[in-house]
């Protein structure tokens, strides 16, 4: 099983990014993903997760400004965030069950 984060980059407060997790040697059909980030010098937060219904849940940090969503076709699940602030700088992780992705870098900075 593999989890591949991409997306991640540099963008000024106020900005957007999309992130993509896809996993192969699985189908995410039927399972709970989500998203969690670490931030320098600190521990691992969750952020975001969604059913395998497809029901949405997040961290009140990112209430608002981020939309979670997966494709069952392609094994994907996104992190669409939008209205960057610096405080969202850190690497950004996808989860499924025991799996974890190596993990894609999101910089907010002007």
């Known amino acids: 099983v593999q989890l591949v984060e991409s997306g991640g980059g540099l963008v000024q407060p106020g900005g957007s990014l999309s992130l993509s997790c896809a996993a192969s040697?699985?189908?995410?059909?039927?399972?709970?993903m989500s998203w969690a980030r670490q931030a320098p010098g600190k521990g691992l937060e969750w952020v975001s997760g969604i059913s395998a219904a497809g029901n949405a849940f997040y961290a009140d940090s990112v209430k608002g400004r981020f939309t979670i969503s997966r494709d069952n076709a392609t094994d994907t699940v996104y992190l669409q965030m939008n209205n960057l602030k610096p405080e969202d700088t850190a690497i950004y992780y996808c989860?499924?069950?025991?799996?974890w992705g190596q993990g894609t870098q999101v910089t907010v900075s002007s």
């Open positions: 989860n499924v069950q025991q799996y």
């Open positions: 040697g699985f189908t995410i059909s039927g399972s709970a």
